[in-house]
């Protein structure tokens, strides 16, 4: 069992850059693939990105195709997710997981999930 947790959240104005984290404990998250997940209230969680497990495949949403960036590092216990060009529609609570299934944009196929950052992007 990994535990996740999501650090990096704030508030910033639109055009900002931010940086999250989401950091694996007790053990690492080397036998997953891992995704970035956002939700707002009243919505369905949606998929942001994802990462295979050996890191080698990447994959985004359209909507931040461009302006998001997957990364992990070499011992895979913290992924980051470098957001640039931050528009009001990302704010958003953002939760990173860890499942079974490469790339998968079903919430049902990660098995882990952090508790969840804030991001809020003013205009």
């Known amino acids: 069992q990994v535990q996740l947790a999501e650090f990096g959240g704030g508030l910033v104005q639109a055009g900002d850059s931010l940086r999250l984290s989401c950091t694996a404990s007790?053990?690492?998250?080397?036998?997953?693939?891992m995704g970035w997940f956002r939700q707002v209230p009243g919505k369905e969680r949606e998929f942001v990105g994802g990462?295979?497990?050996?890191?080698?495949?990447?994959t985004y949403a359209d909507f931040v195709k461009g302006r998001f960036t997957l990364t992990t590092d070499r011992a895979k216990t913290t992924m980051w997710l470098s957001m640039n060009n931050l528009k009001p529609e990302d704010t958003a609570v953002y939760y990173c997981?860890?499942?079974?299934?490469?790339?998968?944009?079903?919430?049902?196929?990660?098995?882990?999930w952090g508790q969840g950052t804030q991001v809020t992007v003013s205009s």
């Open positions: 990462i295979s497990r050996t890191g080698v495949r990447t």
């Open positions: 997981a860890a499942g079974a299934v490469p790339n998968s944009e079903f919430t049902s196929h990660y098995a882990y």
């Open positions: 007790g053990r690492s998250f080397s036998a997953y693939s």
